[in-house]
């Protein structure tokens, strides 16, 4: 019964267009030899934020997930864990979030499974969330990849996500509203790759859990390479660098999930920025550092001129931003 509750809203955020979800298997056309498959869970609490909400978080996420490993996104599931009792006009929200976030990313939800657990097991809703994407011919991603000389691209303004829901947990209030960052960004790293000369791009990830700088080190430590950056070039917004001022947090850490770390050879940077530049979540867009010889670890050069290192972060200091 409840799944045919998911699929009617489904149904219903779908305004009636063809929608493949409901059989226990999809059958898939995808012609690829190579494939790329994740998967994700997201228990974010509060389920509502500003800017979004979880199911706009869980089909970003996903969807981000493939992208960054080289492939056109084409295909999710859905997994819902259910509190007893949880409102169906929150999950009509959720729904309806989700098929809109889909379709900006130009992939479908093609199945699904729903499972209810009792009351006050659950925190009202978790979601699964893989995808399944069609690699791109002649693409080879990886944080292994990085060579001394090439440039460090992010897409946009550090923070935003895990201070929007620090905020909105805590009833915390700033002069401007905070909102996520989440957004689907296959169409800004598909620009990058067009943009680009062949081979010329390192690599793709997205900050989420240890924000820029556990990024930055997983790179730097799969290379065997040091990494240097520029504080002043790395775009903060205001609000979010007061936060993290007033709650003793560091930027760098904070979690993200509507940006992109980008590494590409030195002869692409100018073209990988202007492409990013140039999409929907890409305006704010910066080459923030290099990389140097060195054996794995982040440098922050300071707006002082002074150096420290840029350390991944220890523990959870966020929890459940994802």
């Not at 226990?24 to 974010?44: G, H, K, N, Q, W």
């Not at 009202?124 to 691209?153: C, F, W």
């Amino acid at each position: 019964m409840m799944r045919d509750i998911i699929e009617q809203l489904f149904f219903e955020a779908y305004a009636g267009e063809t929608l493949k979800a409901g059989d226990d298997a999809a059958v898939l056309p995808i012609p690829a030899e190579r494939l790329a498959f994740s998967t994700d869970t997201f228990v974010v609490t509060p389920h509502f934020f500003p800017g979004g909400d979880i199911g706009h978080l869980a089909v970003c996420g996903t969807v981000n997930d493939v992208a960054t490993s080289g492939a056109i996104p084409r295909y999710l599931s859905c997994g819902f864990v259910l509190e007893e009792g949880y409102p169906l006009e929150n999950l009509r929200r959720i729904c309806a979030s989700m098929a809109a976030t889909a379709k900006e990313a130009g992939v479908e939800i093609v199945t699904g499974d729903t499972k209810v657990v009792n009351r006050g097991h659950g925190d009202g809703v978790y979601i699964n969330t893989a995808g399944i994407g069609e690699m791109r011919p002649g693409v080879q991603l990886s944080g292994s990849s990085l060579r001394p000389g090439d440039k460090v691209l992010i897409s946009g303004s550090i923070g935003d996500h895990g201070i929007a829901i620090i905020s909105t947990r805590e009833e915390l209030s700033f002069e401007t509203e905070v909102k996520t960052d989440a957004a689907p960004l296959n169409h800004l790293i598909g620009a990058v790759l067009d943009a680009c000369p062949a081979g010329s791009v390192r690599a793709f990830r997205d900050p989420t859990r240890g924000g820029l700088a556990s990024t930055l080190n997983e790179f730097a430590q799969m290379s065997g390479v040091d990494i240097r950056i520029e504080e002043l070039d790395v775009p903060v917004h205001d609000q979010v660098r007061g936060a993290c001022e007033m709650l003793g947090y560091d930027v760098f850490q904070v979690a993200n999930e509507g940006k992109m770390v980008c590494v590409v050879a030195p002869e692409a940077a100018d073209a990988a920025l202007a492409a990013m530049r140039a999409s929907t979540y890409g305006e704010e867009a910066a080459i923030i550092g290099e990389v140097i010889k060195g054996e794995g670890r982040v440098y922050l050069r300071t707006g002082f001129g002074s150096q420290r290192i840029l350390d991944m972060l220890v523990g959870e200091q966020l929890p459940r931003i994802c």
